[in-house]
């Protein structure tokens, strides 16, 4: 399984984009680039998955670099309660089924 | 529409006891997976079940660990002899397992303690 690479922490101010960059340098052919989001007592939830460019949802955008050696999670405008960690995992898919590793994430605090 | 959910939601044991844990999945769900989280780290991939058959147990510590999905559902985590170490947070999740995107969607956990 590829490693990741994410910053520990972040901080930012309510109504700013939140912009957090993961490092997969060995990431292989056939693997997916996953974002979740883990609140306190709570299981992680889905954010996003993309394969490569840009994939944008309802609450987030994914962009990911030709190379695929990185990807970005973009949180547009955050408020009080994005204040969670966030893992980015990257894995491989075989009939539906993605094997992944989480590391241990990037807590971002947002600031009012 | 229900999501997943995870019983008991804590339990405490002595050292050497049995414990057993379960998880009902979003109904429809072939695909079903138990990680274990430590404090301050992220989740721990153990088992994998497409529909009733363990397809990758890898991550499974020891031979004190063993799960079951014996109707294609509800799936149980059984640990033997338990340890101090064992005490984590026990997470379930479940997926369509088919499809381009692969969501997981996550049970609350269980804490299990051992004295």
């Known amino acids: 399984l590829a490693k990741t690479t994410q910053p520990i922490s972040m901080d930012s101010y309510e109504g700013q984009e939140v912009n957090i960059t993961c490092s997969h340098n060995n990431i292989a052919t056939n693997d997916y680039i996953t974002w979740y989001q883990q609140f306190p007592s709570q299981g992680p939830r889905f954010i996003i998955q993309g394969y490569k460019t840009k994939v944008t949802n309802e609450v987030a955008s994914l962009f990911i670099p030709a190379d695929r050696k990185s990807s970005t999670l973009s949180l547009p405008r955050v408020s009080l309660s994005d204040t969670a960690v966030y893992y980015c995992?990257?894995?491989?898919?075989?009939?539906?089924?993605?094997?992944?590793?989480f590391g241990i994430g990037t807590k971002l605090q947002v600031i009012p | 529409g229900a999501g997943v959910s995870q019983t008991p939601s804590n339990k405490v044991t002595e050292k050497g006891k049995y414990v057993e844990l379960r998880c009902d999945p979003i109904s429809g769900h072939t695909a079903l997976y138990w990680y274990r989280q430590s404090l301050g780290q992220g989740p721990e991939f153990l088992i994998y079940?497409?529909?009733?058959?363990?397809a990758d147990d890898s991550g499974l510590p020891n031979d004190r660990f063993f799960a079951v999905r014996p109707e294609g559902s509800v799936s149980t985590l059984k640990i033997q002899r338990t340890e101090r170490g064992d005490s984590a947070v026990y997470l379930c999740?479940?997926?369509w397992g088919q499809g381009d995107i692969d969501e997981q969607f996550f049970g609350p956990g269980t804490r299990l303690t051992v004295l």
């Open positions: 999740a479940s997926s």
């Open positions: 995992l990257v894995g491989g898919r075989s009939g539906g089924y993605q094997k992944v590793t």
């Open positions: 079940f497409q529909g009733t058959g363990a």
